[in-house]
């Protein structure tokens, strides 16, 4: 089965600082990875996508994240952080789950605080 | 435009009753699914459904239940044998043909407070 860790629970950084927020999945073949930001009280957003090609993808809001398949990771980074990305972030890796059936396994996210 | 409506926002219940969860969708996906989110803990999938009349387990499916009678709808059922059902509630859709990866989309959530 997949798993997904988000090492970091926390992570305050400074406006116009640059972020890297960690993600490792755990997945016997090719994943499909993505990244969701949740703003509180709220739903989730798609940051960003992976399946294959380039190993670095682009995503809105100025983000990107790069898939190293030889450290099982899929690390979201963002050059400036602006204060209202202050919010909780959160990996997921999508799979078949038994015949035609997919779904996603979260991590279980990071809260980024920006300070001012 | 298009999206998933989940209401209501907040829902207020008295040990021992049943709830139910509205989630609608007009993205013509044909997949849904409902998560629990509970603070430190990510989301986790409750059940999902690839199809109209038919839906699975997800990871913590104990005490709820669901149905897809039609494409667009797939309430949830909190029912009285849930031990801790205070908690925020997500609800998605995706496609689920064509080539991957199949993002879901979410609603806005219900948050549910049993007392």
Known sequence: AQSVTQPDIH????????LELRCNYSYGATPYLFWYVQSPGQGLQLLLKYFSGDTLVQGI??????????????????????????????????????GSNYKLTFGKGTLLTVNP | DGGITQSPKYLFRKEGQNVTLSCEQNLNHDAMYWYRQDPGQGLRLIYYSQIVN???????????????????????????AQKNPTAFYLCASSIRTGLPPYEQYFGPGTRLTVT
Do not use: M
């Open chain 1, 61 to 98: 809001k100025g983000f990107e994240a790069e898939f190293k398949r030889s450290q099982s990771s899929f690390n979201l980074r963002k050059p400036s952080v602006h204060w209202s990305d202050a919010a909780e972030y959160f990996c997921a890796v999508g799979a078949r789950s038994g």
């Open chain 2, 54 to 80: 038919d839906f699975q387990k997800g990871d913590i499916a104990e005490g709820y239940s669901v149905s897809r009678e039609k494409k667009e709808s797939f309430p949830l059922t909190v029912t009285s």
């Open chain 1, 11 to 18: 992570i305050t950084v400074s406006e116009g600082a640059s």
